[in-house]
């Protein structure tokens, strides 16, 4: 019993061998096929890649995006031509099944690093966008300063007070972002007061002659004065004027100089820049000051001392005094 067993064993696993042998066979030219296939598209990915590459780093301020890109393009040549190869060996299902598993996966793994994936999407989509480049003056978020570096997840920029800031993609992606660099160019507003006895027109004219003779002034048409409004101890105006920026003359050098340049033009023109006055009216209306009252006060004071005075230290009624002092002396006597 125990060798009849045994012969049908070996039997069975002689035919199956036989019958893979044979399916091997069978087959022998979609695996030489297959295998062609798959090292004609490695060598094709591989090229791909190489030139994707190149055009990406003229294209992309970062490498690290435009390396990342290249190697995504460079996958995705590979698979179409390992899901080719594998067509010819009836595997299209088992390799779907392995993908969908592996998506799965890779969906899971999302979850857990989601801000990590975030950032990556952000940064190659700004890579790609391209909202700035390195060496913009940017501002999102409370992040205010020059562009030095920019990584797939996160992007270094130097602050104007000499920090290096490392601002997580995600930010400068999904918030407003300012560009300073864009068009070239930057307005500067600054405010002055005169006082309400100068003329705001005659101000306005001063204030523009003197901007526009500054050499880093812009657009000298457009520099403009405009009244802002009625302050308590003056009329407030507001100074607009261009420059180039980022430029030779910054940003702080020029507001600096504006604000010079200003204070000694209204001084040549006489016109007042006031500081606040407080003046301390005691009328229950209005009209009454301070030093009125207190002179009047004086005045009522001297009266009533004076008054006083007399009532205290009065002369006494000298004829029925002396009449008194005769009648004594007749009863003396």
């Not at 300073?180 to 405010?191: A, C, D």
């Amino acid at each position: 019993m125990d060798i009849i067993a045994l012969d049908k064993f070996w039997q069975l696993i002689n035919e199956k061998l036989q019958g893979w042998l044979e399916s091997g066979i069978k087959h022998l030219p979609n695996f030489i096929v297959a295998i062609l296939l798959a090292m004609i598209f490695g060598l094709i990915a591989k090229y791909v890649g190489r030139v994707v590459q190149k055009v990406l780093h003229r294209t992309l301020e970062s490498e690290q995006i435009a390396d990342l890109l290249a190697s995504i393009i460079k996958v995705l040549v590979l698979i179409a031509g390992l899901f080719i190869a594998l067509e010819f060996l009836g595997l299209t299902g088992t390799v779907t099944s392995l993908l969908a598993g592996a998506g799965i996966i890779g969906l899971a793994l999302g979850f857990a690093f989601q801000d990590m994936a975030e950032n990556l999407i952000a940064g190659i989509a700004m890579g790609i966008r391209k909202p700035f480049q390195i060496g913009d003056v940017v501002e999102a978020d409370d992040v205010f300063g020059t562009v030095r570096t920019i990584n797939l997840r996160n992007t270094l920029v130097e602050t104007f007070f000499g920090q290096i800031e490392v601002v997580p993609n995600k930010i400068l992606f999904r918030n407003i972002l300012t560009n300073y660099s864009t068009t070239g160019v930057r307005r500067i507003e600054v405010p002055v007061g005169i006082s309400y006895a100068d003329d705001p027109e005659k101000a306005a004219e001063v204030i523009v002659e003197a901007i526009n003779a500054c050499d880093f002034v812009i657009k000298q048409d457009e520099t403009a004065v405009f009244a802002k409004e009625f302050a308590d101890s003056s009329i407030n105006l507001l100074v607009w004027f261009w420059i180039d920026y980022p430029g030779q003359t910054g940003f702080m050098k020029a507001r600096h100089t504006a604000v010079v340049e200003i204070k000694k033009a209204l001084e040549k023109a006489d016109i007042l820049i006031p500081f606040p006055i407080r003046t301390l009216d005691f009328g229950a209306k209005g009209g009454e000051k301070l030093n009125a009252m207190l002179s009047e006060k004086k005045s009522d004071g001297s009266e009533q001392s004076s008054a006083s005075t007399n009532e205290k230290y009065g002369e006494p009624d000298t004829s029925s005094g002396s009449d008194t002092a005769n009648g004594d002396s007749e009863g003396e006597n």
